[in-house]
């Protein structure tokens, strides 16, 4: 009997700075700091960070996967914040897996100069996508990259060259198979709806490329602050899951998801944080 492989899934932690600084004035910064302030700043709690890290010392799983938006506004403070955070579950000798967020690449001059690749650097196994990580002999991770800067809305992308290997990626492979994106495919689910500015370009297509997948494969992601968790409608080896914001307050089910591979299965256990 294969010993069960079990994964942390965390995301969208939005590590914020208060303090305007001159580049606010210059790009869209200034629109999600405000937002920020007078909003999104009373949804969350950063109170229970050293609850979960004493979890994660306790239960010693086989890697935490972080889905992306370490930041509000790709600011060099906030990156700081999420580069500590993120050091500190390593120290526990635990692998971390990364991928940048909307919020990472949040304007056009984040992403000109690399400030999620520079402040991450040690922790990007390859700037090409997609990319794996082989868990064990059983399971392999596949990371996509989904994002890029937007003026005014927070929508998504991945390009066909992508999808394609992705596709070549799932055909070869002969065990299960998580694959993880900031943005998720589905826009409607039972407990969230993305409209149009906030969706992923090219989700159908990939979709279409994930549903062909011969053995358990699971797609995970963050971006919409709801725990969603959906079979896919023709291929039920394939499923779809988001998890919300880890440091959401109690009131709005802030916290992770552990995912677990029992054999060829997936078993998905969502935690609510401040109830730890």
Request: glycine letters at 4%; proline letters at 4%; one cysteine or more.
């Amino acid at each position: 009997m294969k010993t069960p492989i079990n994964l942390i899934h965390i995301t969208d932690l939005h590590f914020f700075s208060y303090g305007l600084a001159p580049s606010h004035f210059l790009s869209k910064r200034i629109l999600g700091y405000v937002n920020w302030v007078l909003n999104r700043s009373k949804r969350f709690d950063f109170s229970s960070k050293d609850k979960f890290l004493a979890y994660l010392r306790n239960a010693k799983p086989k890697g935490v996967i972080i889905s992306g938006d370490f930041t509000v506004t790709s600011d060099d403070r906030e990156f700081e914040l999420a580069r500590r955070f993120t050091d500190e579950i390593k120290s526990l000798s635990i692998p971390v897996y990364i991928i940048p967020g909307n919020h990472d690449y949040y304007t056009f001059e984040s992403v000109r100069r690399k400030r999620f690749e520079f402040f991450f650097k040690d922790y990007l196994i390859s700037e090409e996508y997609p990319y794996s990580v082989r868990i064990d002999d059983n399971l392999t991770v596949i990371f996509l990259h989904t994002v890029r800067p937007n003026f005014l809305s927070s929508r998504g992308v991945i390009s066909k060259e992508q999808v394609e290997k992705l596709g070549e990626m799932i055909a070869t492979n002969k065990t299960p198979v998580i694959v993880c994106g900031h943005y998720p495919i589905l826009h409607k689910t039972d407990t969230y709806y993305s409209n149009a500015t906030r969706r992923l370009k090219g989700a159908r297509f990939l979709r279409k490329v994930i549903v062909q997948a011969q053995t358990s494969l699971l797609y995970i992601a963050g971006h919409v602050h709801h725990y969603s968790y959906t079979v896919d409608r023709d291929n039920s080896r394939v499923s779809y899951l988001t998890t919300p914001p880890l440091f959401y307050r109690k009131d709005k089910e802030g916290g992770f998801c552990e995912i677990t591979l029992c054999g060829e299965d997936f078993k998905i256990k969502f935690h609510l944080l401040p109830e730890l």
